[in-house]
């Protein structure tokens, strides 16, 4: 596993975490104030905070004298191992959403993820081919921005560059990844915490290339999409 940091210069990252956390924090305070106006309503509330947060985590990225090159926007290696990894990176997560559940129902019982607020989309071609289009600009992207590119490289430059503080880092990014996705209830806080830990190992695992997760992410919305398109209403 490659946790070494490409930027040993990250200034103070518990402030940076905390701007970005103020921002987001922030932006959706504004975006729940006035969302009888916002043309997306309740459905996919969060846009503006995620967003929000993704241009803090630039923003800040470059004035501690780092590159995008850091948040993981590099080239990859070879091309042609791209669809691979992602695909790989995805079938990785579909089967850890079936496996882990099951394993957890033993000892407690976990709901599953409250996705009414998409009933919408159930049978609506035109809504649901707009919303696969939407999600990986409005959703995929920020969130590996704020999530796996900032927060992670933040995280290991507190907890340390060994296998320990990347591990730490994937960890504690995953649990904050699931909590700010308390609206779709207890089961989808838990679903897309396994989403953060596949997604953050698999960003360490890549080489920290953030373009490799953001496709895999990607895949993972536009069949959650298609899921919702295709059952009954």
Known sequence: MNIKSKSNDYGRPLVDIAVVVAVSAAAFTVEVAIADILPWGEEARGIIAVLS???AAVVLTLI???ALADLGFQRPKRWLTVPFWALGIFVVFVVAQ???PVLVANFIDVPQPD?????YIRGNLPAAITMGLALPLTAAIPEEIVYRGFLINRLIALFGQGRAGGTLAVVVQALIFGAVHFQWGVGGVFVT???GLVWGFAFLLCGRNLWIVI????MAHVALV???YSSPA
């Open 53 to 55: 947060g993704a241009v």
């Open 193 to 195: 915490a396994i989403m």
């Open 64 to 66: 501690r004298g780092a």
């Open 215 to 218: 496709i895999a992410h990607s």
């Open 226 to 228: 298609m899921q919702i």
């Open 115 to 119: 996705m009414s607020r998409y009933d």
């Open 98 to 100: 079936g496996v882990v």
